[in-house]
T-cell receptor, first 116, second 112 residues
Framework: GEEVAQTPKHLVRGEGQKAKLYCAPI?????VFWYQQVLKNEFKFLIS????????ETGMPKERFSAKCLPNSPCSLEIQATKLEDSAVYFC??????????????FGPGTRLTVT | DAKTTQPNSMESNEEEPVHLPCNHS???????IHWYRQLPSQGPEYVIH???SNVNNRMASLAIAEDRKSSTLILHRATLRDAAVYYC?????????????FGAGTRLFVKA
């Protein structure tokens, strides 16, 4: 498709429950990024993929967060045992393959996760 | 890692030009400067990007300082629909790929 799709739009979980978010990147794009946006507007980079390979996971709280991008499937971001501070909007973005960093990212509409 | 610094908010009158500044004094030679904007309840939207030279497109212009330590996004005639948070971002090459470094953004208010 021509747009990045994210599901679900809203997700509510009780503290300690699992949350799984999905992202379908634009067809033909090789890079996928996940970001977390909390109330202050600031985006926190979580993880990026180059095709199905993790490219950069320096932003991931590894003890509870995991992500995958498998061939012919939507990418996913999973949070085991959610905490109140995980409440945020999670954005996925995709970008075409390039040899430099000049390519724009196309963002999805986000998934709003509320942990109660 | 390099980072960007922007004013928290700015205000403009409709139909007037707006200059949104960004400082990125620790930028590396291969880092591209990108600008995105985020309308309420939406994901960020690409506006413009550049490396060294000034750039123009249908949405805006990007003026990059000669030393690349700062840049300015120029909206030539602000409209009410331009009210958004504008992010100045560095897109950095690292290890064969790239990562993006977001700043805190500038919230632009446009008055009718």
């Amino acid at each position: 498709g021509e747009e990045v799709a994210q599901t679900p739009k809203h997700l509510v979980r009780g503290e300690g429950q699992k949350a799984k978010l999905y992202c379908a990147p634009i067809k033909g794009h090789s890079y996928v990024f996940w970001y977390q946006q909390v109330l202050k507007n600031e985006f926190k980079f979580l993880i990026s993929f180059q095709n199905e390979n993790v490219f950069d996971e320096t932003g991931m709280p590894k003890e509870r967060f995991s992500a995958k991008c498998l061939p012919n499937s939507p990418c996913s971001l999973e949070i085991q045992a959610t905490k109140l501070e995980d409440s945020a909007v999670y954005f996925c973005a995709s970008s075409p393959l390039g040899t430099d960093s000049s390519y724009e990212q196309y963002f999805g509409p986000g998934t709003r996760l509320t942990v109660t | 890692d390099a980072k960007t610094t922007q004013p928290n908010s700015m205000e403009s009158n409709e139909e007037e030009p707006v200059h949104l500044p960004c400082n990125h004094s620790t930028i590396s030679g291969t880092d591209y400067i990108h600008w995105y904007r985020q309308l309420p309840s939406q994901g960020p939207e690409y506006v413009i990007h550049g490396l060294t030279s000034n750039v123009n497109n249908r949405m805006a212009s990007l003026a990059i300082a000669e030393d690349r330590k700062s840049s300015t996004l120029i909206l030539h005639r602000a409209t009410l629909r331009d009210a958004a948070v504008y992010y100045c971002i560095l897109s950095a090459q690292r290890g064969g790929g790239f990562k993006t470094i977001f700043g805190a953004g500038t919230r632009l208010f446009v008055k009718a």
